[in-house]
């Protein structure tokens, strides 16, 4: 019954409740299903994360307690961990300075500012001068070591200012700039993620070129049109111009004829034949791309994007769409039980 | 002759892939160091973006949520500088809320990027509320209390003392609601539980990579244009007539782009050559 | 430019160039790299929950600061808040979490269902995460259900009735939008053998999804070049005097070690 009924029970509750809060004209009810309970779930979900990242502790120190493969490369994941944590919760690094009264002597206490937040020290005079009397300055300038700050207030203090060392609250230094916890989310974070995510641009040509590859007419089709999107989209695609796509087009024929005649003068003639007629009408014409711009890749590009592409796209949506309605039908009402692990 | 030319192209096809990597290496870095400087037209999905924040009038509440990381910063960022400097310059109060946790820290670089050419007042000009987690249950939060959801900004300062905060209670206080998305949650969620059963105007721009998904709602209506990636960054810039990093990136992804349809035909080439050589030997 | 902007700056490239080098090879560059991404992001998204919605809006509601003296049930309430404040002043400060909350005791229910969740690592009391499972499943059901049927099956059937009288190019782009999505609906339907004129149909709804996913595909290839850009302009960044051109030398030195240890490789005994 704890196991399985509860569980199965707090779905179905929950589920007509939050299903219900879209019709039900009740405030009480809205204010619960709208607030409350979605309140509920964010801090859950925070839950959620914080089990993940104990997990990934657990998984990593196993791996190295019990000496599996690669496990020194396990004492790096910890020590990330560890240093994230630390970082988080345990050294704010997140040290500024409070300006109470700028004292007689604004242009020095302007150039040791300037010094310490690395700017002309122009600008620091003249934001120094449009701080009122009796208002607070706050140094922009964030320091991760407490020495770092309590310096700046010793060489405030000594031109005349009275400053003082202070630091950013705790929950606040995850989202200021220039804390250690900031430090670590530009130079560490970033770097990591985002080069994973751009490592797959070569595959991706790997893949182009080793795998992609034309072997019936759904596949023509997605590459076609792949590479149509991918010439079009792009600022050189205009500058290919609608007679060159012609003459594809043209060669494209030849390709298709002598897949079906399987004769290749008559696949001659064909190729010849359109070579020539588009190169006399190229000649009538000038050359001017304005008078088959239909054929130019943007337009091209335009075309198969918001005709056939919506249409595929919108089957895949609605069809979607019927299986999550569906699914989470069998959800609430307890027939579909695989988040209990059934 | 044409023997020799085949066997070259058979050759190529098998080629170490380490090849194809240095190639696209430098394909990508050259024109990054050299830049040509190519002509960038919008496209009609971005133009359709651009148009939404026009029509907005001086005042009108703007909200933009930042549901991007760094992954993909390249890509949405620089749109994010553009549609800011466009709300900006139309002097339109604007109210900022992440999905995405890293969404705080690419907000808070876009406004240190536009902030210096403005005259603009926190609070009253414009707030940045912060991330919340939740995900769709955010947007709906949002659409229903947001003084419930965010009870300070992101700065820890207590909402009821933000001037601009003051008459917005609910997502039908805002005028327009502009998502920059990479993935879940992002646009869709804002169509499925924000902007929809609000009648809010939503208009989006996403990560490459999701076009597809949210190319129907803006058929159908739901979203106004879509900003596509780092190119259609680069279309709303050239609209704002302020060249930024979607600009500079244009020439290294053309001429990527033309690379990778050279792949994809030579690979073709030499799939179709040793294809009738196979068949010639049976 | 502080020295640990340019300290950071250094190991960015580091951290940038390991995970490149995997592309060579897999290697212990690419190794160190990939679990250190795996460690902080950990700790990352813990501290990132943590402060942003548990500290404020769990214990800030189950314990708002409050002020004057406390008697009764409020000063034992306290008196546990206090205990954990000598753990850790900064979650628990001085007179309760001032994040603009009044008190509601209700919010011990999801407390208690978090820590079913945490409780998950224990085999022993592991299905007690059921109870919080359950709670996040029910609650993402109701809203999907709701929100998937009326945005992604009513409003795309509405967006799907297009104009087919208007000028010649309009109505026959409307007429192809409406036979790719029905046709394409048609591919979906499994439970009916797709054979005869249902097959033929099937087949047609076929060419339009592998169009879109065609569209897809460029649109994927756009995005990954567009990041890495985004990568090669950082590294460009790095290179410049004002970072000691940090991205030539740690380039330099990922080189080296690649190539020393390919000779180890070449040379042990294993590999003959």
Redesign the interface.
């Known amino acids: 019954m ?2 399985r009924q ?3 029970a ?10 219900f ?2 019709f039900v004209d009740n405030v009480v009810f ?1 204010t619960f299903v ?25 998984v ?1 120190g196993e791996k190295v307690l019990r000496r599996k493969r ?1 496990w020194i ?2 004492i ?10 630390t ?3 345990l050294f ?1 690094g997140a040290n500024y300075v409070e300006i109470s009264d700028l004292g007689p002597n604004q242009g020095a206490i302007s150039e040791v500012i300037a010094s310490a937040e ?1 700017i002309d020290p122009k600008i620091a005079a003249v934001t120094l001068s449009l701080v009122e009397e009796n208002e607070v300055f706050e140094v922009s300038r964030i320091f ?1 070591t407490e020495s770092g700050a309590k310096q700046l207030v010793d060489d405030l203090n000594a031109n005349g200012a009275k400053a003082e060392f202070k630091s950013k ?4 230094h ?4 220039g804390t250690l ?22 595959f ?3 893949a ?7 072997r019936n ?3 023509t ?11 079009g ?7 290919i111009s609608p007679w060159f796509v012609l003459y594809l087009i043209v060669l494209g024929g030849g390709i298709v004829s002598n897949s079906y005649f399987k004769d290749v003068k008559r696949t001659f003639q064909i190729t010849t034949g359109g070579i020539l007629v588009v190169t006399i009408a190229g000649f009538i014409a000038g050359w001017s791309p304005d008078s088959i711009y239909f054929l130019s890749f ?1 337009v091209l590009q ?21 299986g ?2 569906g ?3 069998r ?2 009402l307890g027939i579909e039980k695989s ?3 059934e | 002759m044409m023997k020799t030319l085949l066997d070259i192209i058979v050759k190529l096809g098998s080629v170490d892939r380490r090849v194809i990597f240095l190639i696209i290496a430098l394909v990508v870095f050259l024109p990054l160091i050299f830049p040509v400087g190519l002509t960038i037209k919008p496209t009609d999905t971005t133009r359709r973006s651009f148009e939404a924040v026009d029509e907005l009038k001086e005042g009108d509440n703007f909200l933009m949520s930042f549901e991007y990381g760094p992954s993909t910063k390249p890509e949405v960022n620089p749109m994010a500088v553009a549609v800011l400097n466009h709300a900006f310059r139309k002097n339109l109060r604007v109210y900022i809320t992440c999905l995405w946790p890293d969404g705080q820290f690419m907000a808070q670089d876009v406004l240190a990027e536009v902030l210096p050419d403005y005259d603009k007042v926190y609070g009253e000009d414009y707030v940045l509320l912060g991330y919340r987690p939740g995900n769709e249950a955010v947007v709906k939060g949002i659409e229903s209390n947001i003084k419930g959801l965010y009870t300070v900004d992101y700065a820890n300062t207590l909402i009821d003392e933000i001037p601009m905060m003051q008459d917005v209670n609910s997502l039908s206080d805002i005028d327009m609601v502009f998502s920059f998305s990479a993935g879940y949650p992002g646009t869709v969620e804002w169509v499925q539980y924000g902007c929809d059963p609000a009648g809010v105007k939503l208009s989006t721009g996403v990560a490459s990579i999701q076009v597809n998904e949210i190319l129907p709602y803006e058929n159908a209506g739901q979203v106004l244009g879509i900003i596509a990636g780092m190119p259609g960054a680069a279309e709303y810039e050239t609209m704002i007539g302020k060249k930024g990093f979607g600009t500079s990136g244009m020439d290294a992804q053309s001429v990527a782009h033309l690379v990778i349809v050279l792949f994809i035909v030579l690979g073709n080439a030499t799939y179709f050559i040793e294809r009738k050589r196979s068949q010639k030997t049976y | 430019m502080t020295g640990m902007e340019i300290f950071g700056a250094w190991i960015a490239v580091f951290l940038t160039l390991a995970i490149f080098s995997f592309l060579y090879k897999d290697n212990p560059f690419y190794k160190i790299a990939e679990h250190l991404f795996v460690g902080i992001s950990a700790g990352y998204w813990a501290a990132i929950a943590f402060w942003n919605q548990i500290q404020p809006n769990l214990f800030g509601r189950l314990w708002p600061k409050v002020d004057g003296e406390l008697s009764g049930l409020k000063a034992f309430w306290y008196g546990i808040y206090n205990f954990f404040g000598w753990f850790h002043s900064g979650i628990f400060p001085e007179g309760g979490i001032d994040k603009g909350h009044e008190i509601d005791i209700w919010y011990l229910i999801p407390f208690v269902l978090g820590m079913f969740m945490i409780l998950r690592l224990w085999p022993k009391f592991g299905w007690l995460a059921r109870w919080s499972m359950a709670y996040i499943v029910g609650l993402a059901a109701g809203l999907r259900l709701y929100g998937f049927l009326s945005s992604n099956i009513i409003s795309q059937i509405k967006g799907s009735a297009l104009p087919m009288f208007d000028s010649v190019g309009t109505s026959i782009n409307s007429i192809l939008i409406i036979i790719g999505t029905l046709t394409g609906l048609f591919y979906f339907f499994f439970s009916q053998e797709h054979t005869g004129i249902f097959g033929k149909i099937s087949r047609v709804g076929i060419w339009f999804l592998m169009i879109s996913f065609g569209a897809s595909f460029g649109f994927a290839v756009m995005g990954r070049i567009s990041l890495l850009i985004g990568r090669f302009y950082d590294l460009i960044t790095y290179s410049s005097a004002e970072y000691f051109h940090a991205s030539w030398w740690v380039l330099g030195l990922i080189i080296i070690g690649l190539g020393i240890m390919a000779f180890k490789e070449k040379a042990s005994p294993e590999s003959h």
């Not at chain 1, 609250?169 to 606040?172: A, I, M, N």
């Not at chain 1, 995850?174 to 700039?177: A, C, D, G, R, V």
């Open positions: 704890l196991k509860i569980p199965l707090i779905v179905f509750l929950t589920g007509m409740a939050t299903l809060g879209w809205e709208n607030d409350t309970a979605t309140q509920w779930f964010d801090i859950i979900a925070s839950f959620a994360m914080i089990l993940g990242s104990l997990n990934l502790l657990r990593q690669n490369y396990s790096f994941a910890i020590g990330g961990f560890f240093f994230s944590i970082v988080g919760f704010r690395n991760i609250t705790w929950g606040g995850i989202l200021e700039k916890f900031n430090w670590m989310f530009v130079y560490l974070f970033t770097p990591l993620s985002a080069t994973m995510f751009a490592l797959l641009a070569f991706v040509a790997s182009s070129y080793r795998a992609f590859r034309i007419f759904e596949a089709l997605l590459l076609i049109s792949g590479i149509i999107i991918m010439v989209r792009v600022p050189l695609g205009s500058l943007p335009e075309w198969i994007y918001s005709v056939p592409n919506i249409a595929g796209s919108r089957a895949i949506m609605i069809g979607i769409a019927l999550m309605v699914t989470s039908l959800i609430i988040f209990l692990g």
